[in-house]
């Protein structure tokens, strides 16, 4: 959640490229924004509620200046204003913080400063400038925190009296120092600098970093700290639309190339290589994750099922930590993220190590928290994703875990996997816009399902509810009669999905209850069935039962995408939402 980007370098066009940071950085979510640069030696500020584009109307880019630090933020304390914006200034210390202070009320009664927002962050700027007055020392003042306060928070900080040097320091919330022969950049994740280089230093919890002439980066003891310069694995073309509209459909059509990428790191003619790690020793599966995480767990967890015999659990991130555990040394916690830094998932990770139970990370971005706490760690291989709704790493997240299982039910013949593109391709020419027509308008949808069939119903439900605002629910089909089946009125909007043969005639079952009463049943299905018991029907190829969902997904993706569309709504931004969830 939120975006820092902070620069310093020589040439005078810091403000530009923060500017282009946050730009970058957008997807992640937000809801306002704001710059702090400094000029003859004193720190401007300027923020706005709304757009990056609202900010650089307020700004001459072109304004010299080799410090800069920006924000984009997602209100947590006090609500979306300007005032309310980064950066935040008292004194000397102006700040850009991701995350939540927990003891700002504390903190408050230590401070003498008028405050002018509601934030916890301008809490927290008055308290370092109040740690540096007493000892005009900022390693000592950022060393400090480490005690001083409680939650989390990634800093970026320019101080009026030192005005060539850039501070950072991070607990909990990642932050990144990057760098080039000429510039360094201070940022949230690589999106921001990638235009710029591929060269980065991983800062650690509680790790502090100065920037002036060159690089200082200290532990909490202010120890000096050798570092190993890592190199990003992405390009900026990750992060352009290469003539698409939105980033979704792009990373849609990016779906075949990541299935491409994991077949190629863990199978060799399509057998399993040493990349795919042995789990022979476990008798159980917790999933933990969060959204469409635990939806792609849900999903998994049936082949896991039918197909290793496995027994497995899955459980919510924001659940799991307050739920008593019956795991034992046969068990293997596997926590799904994107990011890696999905916070409730983290501190799960983090109670399962202290349990002393062994755990599995499956994410996508390399070095990332999540993957670097985790006993193990595989990575999905999906390349950046840009749009907030999960596409191609939901895809990627259920491949893997399906090729996890079939590893431990002693599978070896995975050759159907590479028809899965061609198949892909297929989808993809499918008109979705004609469906999506039927149910743009309408306030309320419902996607119907069983085994298999309901967790890709969840994942459906909640593509077409985060882009295009309608009220969707997903359920069990069998469920539907007992109460919810009150809900449905003329021409309401009920997918159905049918993947699993052995549950066709229940599911058809349900879908004729719901087209009885006036609903627009539109039937999703991988298999050759007909019947005069739905409006529409969305076929898609038919592989087998553990790779048919993925097929599914791609076509629930597409029509979620177009229903949004219509709706004319912002696909990649979609409102109060935000990629990467770091706040618990």
């Avoid at 699993?500 to 609903?519: M, P, Q, W, Y």
Wanted: aromatic share 10%.
């Amino acid at each position: 959640m939120c975006g820092i980007m902070g620069i310093i370098n020589k040439k005078g066009n810091a403000i530009k490229k923060v500017i282009e940071g946050l730009e970058k950085l957008e997807y992640r979510g937000y809801d306002s924004c704001g710059i702090a640069f400094l000029t003859a030696n004193k720190i401007e500020t300027i923020k706005t509620k709304g757009r990056v584009k609202d900010l650089k109307e307020l700004i001459d880019t072109d304004t010299k200046s080799n410090i800069a630090i920006g924000h984009t933020r997602w209100a947590t304390h006090g609500v979306a204003s300007t005032i309310n914006a980064h950066p935040h200034t008292v004194g000397d210390i102006t700040i850009v913080h991701n995350g939540i202070i927990e003891n700002y009320k504390e903190l408050s009664e230590n401070i003498d400063t008028k405050l002018l927002s509601e934030t916890d962050t301008e809490i927290l700027c008055a308290y370092i400038n109040k740690l540096y007055n007493e000892n005009h020392d900022m390693l000592k003042t950022l060393a400090k925190l480490k005690t001083d306060i409680k939650g989390s928070y990634a800093l970026a900080i320019i101080n009026e009296d030192e005005p060539d040097t850039l501070y950072g320091v991070r607990k909990n919330i990642p932050l990144i120092l990057a760098k080039n022969d000429n510039e360094y950049f201070l940022v949230s994740d690589m999106t921001a600098a990638l235009k710029y280089t591929n060269k980065f230093y991983l800062l650690e919890n509680d790790e502090i970093v100065k920037i002036s002439d060159k690089e200082y980066i200290y532990d909490s003891d202010l120890n000096l700290l050798k570092k190993e310069l890592l190199t990003f694995e992405g390009t900026s073309n990750d992060v352009m639309l290469k003539g698409y509209p939105h980033f979704m459909l792009k990373e849609i059509h990016e779906e075949p190339m990541v299935i491409n990428n994991i077949l190629s790191y863990y199978l060799t003619d399509g057998k399993f290589n040493e990349n795919m790690p042995e789990f022979k020793k476990y008798k159980n599966i917790y999933f933990v994750g969060c959204g469409s995480a635990s939806y792609t767990a849900d999903i998994a967890k049936k082949v896991f099922e039918n197909y290793a015999n496995i027994k497995c659990e899955v459980f919510l991130a924001s659940e799991f930590r307050y739920q008593k555990h019956f795991y034992d040394k046969d068990t293997l916690v596997v926590f799904i993220s994107q990011s890696g830094e999905t916070a409730d998932t983290l501190e799960a990770l983090r109670i399962t190590k202290s349990d002393g139970i062994d755990t599995l990370a499956i994410v996508n971005v390399v070095g990332s928290s999540i993957a670097r706490e985790a006993g193990k760690v595989l990575y999905i291989k999906a390349g950046t994703e840009i749009a907030v709704a999960t596409t191609k790493a939901f895809t990627a997240q259920y491949l893997l875990l399906t090729l996890i299982a079939l590893k431990m039910a002693g599978i070896n013949d995975l050759s159907k996997f590479y028809k899965i593109n061609e198949a892909l391709e297929t989808v993809f020419a499918i008109d979705f816009q004609k469906y999506a027509e039927k149910i743009y308008t309408k306030k309320d949808a419902f996607f119907i399902g069983r085994g298999i069939d309901y967790g890709l119903c969840e994942e459906g439900s909640l593509k077409l509810k985060e882009i295009s605002y309608i009220n969707s629910s997903a359920f069990a089909s069998g469920e539907l009669k007992h109460g919810t089946i009150s809900l449905i009125e003329k021409d309401t909007p009920v997918m159905g999905i049918i993947t699993d043969e052995n549950l066709a005639l229940k599911t058809i079952s349900n879908i004729k209850e719901v087209h009885a009463r006036g609903a627009y049943s539109l039937f999703i299905t991988s298999l050759d069935i007909d019947g005069d018991f739905y409006d529409d029907k969305i076929k898609v190829p038919h592989i087998n039962n553990y790779i048919d969902p993925i097929l599914i997904v791609a076509s629930l993706q597409l029509l979620a995408y177009n229903v949004a569309l219509l709706k004319g709504e912002d696909i990649d931004k979609p409102r109060n939402l935000a990629k990467s969830v770091t706040v618990e």
